[in-house]
């Protein structure tokens, strides 16, 4: 995780789009949070340059 | 220095210690990887240098490799720079030579070589022949670091782009030895489309070589592509150095911080 | 023990790339691109770089198979040459030369590539000839 998400980063691609946690199958409510705050961060980002139509479009 | 190298494979061939040395060969006008065994001629021998330093290099340590799954039991010379020599300890590390069977043949890169390499270290512990150059610092990276946000991203974008999917950057590496490799695996990489799904392809093979890559440059110079791969391991091996302290092949039996469970090791 | 890389050519298509095909003891076990080669100058395309795998595949085919009654059958290359010359007479008869075409390929020589097409169109008389390397 450490070098991966740096590697996005170097690669220009917001690190903060790659997210690992780990929560307990006992811990519904920390999974509800962790998820929504993930969602919340990436609908911020937006939708990703490297989505299908935007790589076509260049090659 | 070659007339040193000579004499000392001549010196353990002829004294039985190795089954053969592997190294390089001048013939028809081109330079080859070869095995040397008692009786050869060594008047051929190449240390890899053609019209510039180091330019007609080749992966010795996969030859080794390959020799030695079907020879197990046979000592072999090799002949290796200090990135052949980063490769050997790291092929003892993940177990694929046996150290007892491996003699290296050691010789230092010349200062323009280490240059255009950016190498950190461009010259073996166990060194036989030649002058030790300066390690260089990698500028390159910082270089690339120096852009901005939105720039690398185009930038690595055309590069991935680029890439013909030929897996020469693979099967060109001397540390990449799986049977099964990550990069077939059809639930990673799908297969027969191009262009390859990017960013993936290209930083799984980075993310594989965060504890393996030695800075050789091979995978550079065999990518059809000019993608430029080892710029994109050099910074993985930065992140590996300064978040765990660790290089690839620095130190002999040193193990991986990625083969470690628990909290990380202490710099 | 035998280990050596044999300098030669790539068979896939015509640009000719330079490699070495690695054997130990009479096998083959890799290709390396051939650094000093002003064609390919150490790089390879995925085809190139399995040079080595299709030579000893046990799926080849080594003899001239004819399908008889809807199934393929190994046949000698008498049998094989003789039935090849008859069909192409009949229908070049039955029909004209350009119901004939002419596919060649770049696993075989310039010069049997060559004969080919003479072949084609100074015995056949038709110009349908065409190459594999169109990959």
Redesign the interface.
């Known amino acids: 995780m450490?070098?991966?998400s740096?590697?996005?980063?170097?690669?220009?691609?917001?690190k903060e789009r790659l997210r690992a946690r780990w929560v307990s199958s006992a811990e519904a409510p920390e999974f509800v949070e962790e998820i929504n705050d993930f969602v919340d961060i990436l609908k911020k980002l937006g939708p990703s340059?490297?989505g299908k139509e935007q790589?076509e479009a260049?090659? | 220095m070659i007339d040193q190298v000579k004499q000392k494979i001549n010196d353990l061939l002829s004294n039985g210690s190795v089954?053969?040395v592997v190294a390089l060969v001048h013939?028809?006008?081109?330079?080859?990887?070869?095995?040397y065994?008692k009786g050869d001629d060594l008047d051929k021998l190449c240390l890899g240098d053609?019209d510039s330093a180091g330019?007609?290099?080749?992966?010795l340590n996969k030859?080794l490799v390959?020799?030695s799954r079907?020879?197990p039991d046979?000592v072999f010379g090799v002949l290796v720079r200090g990135c052949d020599e980063r490769g050997l300890y790291g092929l003892y590390r993940l177990n694929q030579l046996d150290p007892e069977r491996v003699v290296p043949i050691g010789i230092a890169c010349p200062q323009s070589l280490a240059l255009q390499c950016e190498c950190k270290k461009p010259w073996p512990d166990d060194m036989m022949a030649g002058e030790t150059s300066e390690g260089i610092d990698q500028k390159g990276v910082a270089n690339?670091?120096s852009n901005s946000?939105?720039?690398?991203?185009?930038?690595?974008?055309?590069q991935f782009?680029k890439c013909?999917?030929?897996?020469?950057c693979r099967?060109?590496c001397p540390m990449c030895f799986c049977r099964e490799c990550s990069l077939e695996c059809e639930d990673l990489v799908s297969k027969g489309d191009l262009?390859v799904e990017?960013?993936v392809f290209h930083?799984v093979r980075?993310?594989h070589m965060?504890d393996r890559c030695i800075d050789c440059g091979l995978c550079d110079?065999?990518?059809?592509a000019d993608i430029p791969l080892r710029l994109?391991y050099k910074?993985?091996a930065q992140?590996?150095n300064t978040?765990f302290g660790f290089t690839s092949g620095i130190k002999k039996y040193e193990k991986s911080p990625l083969s470690l469970m628990g909290p990380a090791p202490e710099k | 023990?035998d280990?050596?890389?044999t300098?030669t050519t790539c068979t896939y298509c015509g640009c000719g790339c330079?490699l070495?095909l690695?054997s130990?003891?009479g096998k083959l076990?890799?290709?390396?691109?051939?650094?000093?080669?002003p064609v390919?100058e150490?790089?390879?395309?995925?085809k190139?770089?399995n040079a080595h795998a299709f030579v000893q595949s046990e799926r080849r085919l080594k003899k001239p198979l004819l399908r008889k009654n809807g199934e393929l059958v190994e046949v000698s290359w008498d049998e094989a040459l003789d039935y090849a010359a008859s069909r192409l007479k009949d229908i070049r008869k039955k029909n004209n030369p350009d119901a004939v075409g002419f596919f060649a390929s770049a696993k075989v020589t310039n010069e049997e590539n060559y004969l080919m097409q003479k072949f084609a169109r100074a015995g056949m008389g038709t110009n349908s000839v065409d190459h594999c390397a169109r990959l």
């Open positions: 450490i070098v991966l740096q590697m996005l980063d170097f690669c220009g691609i917001e340059p490297l790589v260049v090659a | 089954k053969g013939t028809n006008g081109n330079v080859a990887p070869c095995l065994q053609t330019d007609a290099r080749y992966p030859v390959t020799l079907q020879y046979e690339a670091e946000h939105s720039e690398r991203f185009s930038y690595w974008k055309g782009l013909v999917k030929c897996y020469g099967d060109i262009p990017i960013p930083l980075a993310m965060a110079e065999a990518c059809p994109l910074k993985t992140i590996m978040e | 023990m280990y050596r890389n300098l330079n070495f690695e130990i003891d076990t890799g290709t390396t691109p051939c650094k000093t080669s390919n150490g790089k390879l395309c995925i190139g770089w």
